[in-house]
């Protein structure tokens, strides 16, 4: 399995509402990643999970709340969302070494809208 | 801190004519350099990877790229573009703490039959 999996590929929900993002990857890596990508923009990293562990946060505003429950998945959780965070989230996951040899291999995201 | 600058956001050219996508790099350690490909409504794609084995990088769907360290370029090249080529690409930097992949602006590419 080669693949980071994605879902749900779309979303829409309001501001008040809560909702989850998941990823889900089977290649035995220990570092995923969480971008944002507005319309006719370069993805942003929002978040590092390296062996599970929160590594890095730039700065994401709290109602973006990441998780990792093992090794294998990754969430991003949702809550009282502005219209401008409407966007293509990535997921993305890696050897831990990140740049090396392996490279990193993304989902085909999640297109959220917050109406 | 490690950046790419792309060169031009928007490329277009002719069915069956070289494509030439510029990518400059500034990194303050070896730098690991990808180009990914994204279709329309899509997520992105490897098409190549330099990580200091060869600086001739042959990747996928007949994209080629050079890392040249005295100009601090990646270019990315096709000798032939075909109609499926037409996507946004994008030239990423990575290295150094944090396992952070960093993403260029990107450059659309028109392929015109």
């Known amino acids: 399995d080669t693949e980071v999996t994605q879902t749900p590929k779309h979303l829409v929900m309001g501001m008040t509402n809560k909702k989850s993002l998941k990823c889900e990857q089977h290649?035995?890596?220990?570092?995923m990643y969480w971008y944002k990508q507005k319309a006719k923009k370069p993805p942003e990293l929002m978040f590092v999970?390296?062996?599970?562990?929160?590594?890095i946060n730039e700065s994401v505003p709290s109602r973006f709340s990441p998780e990792c429950p093992n090794s294998s998945l990754l969430n991003l959780h949702l809550h009282a969302l502005q219209p401008e965070d409407s966007a293509l989230y990535l997921c993305?996951?890696?050897?831990?070494?990140?740049?090396?040899?392996?490279?990193?291999?993304f989902g085909s995201g999640t297109r959220l809208t917050v109406v | 801190a490690q950046s790419v600058t792309q060169l031009g956001s928007h490329v277009s050219v002719s069915e069956g004519a070289l494509v030439l996508l510029r990518c400059n790099y500034s990194s303050s350690v070896p730098p690991y350099l990808f180009w990914y490909v994204q279709y329309p409504n899509q997520g992105l794609q490897l098409l190549l990877k330099y990580t200091s084995a060869a600086t001739l990088v042959k990747g996928i769907n007949g994209f080629e790229a050079e890392f040249k360290k005295s100009e601090t370029s990646f270019h990315l090249t096709k000798p032939s573009a075909h109609m499926s080529d037409a996507a946004e690409y994008f030239c990423?930097?990575?290295?150094?703490?944090?396992?952070?992949?960093?993403f260029g602006g990107g450059t659309r590419v028109l392929v015109k039959p």
């Open positions: 290649m035995g890596h220990r570092a």
């Open positions: 993305a996951s890696s050897h831990p070494s990140g740049g090396s040899n392996y490279g990193y291999t």
């Open positions: 990423a930097v990575s290295g150094g703490a944090g396992n952070k992949l960093t």
């Open positions: 999970y390296s062996y599970e562990k929160l590594s």
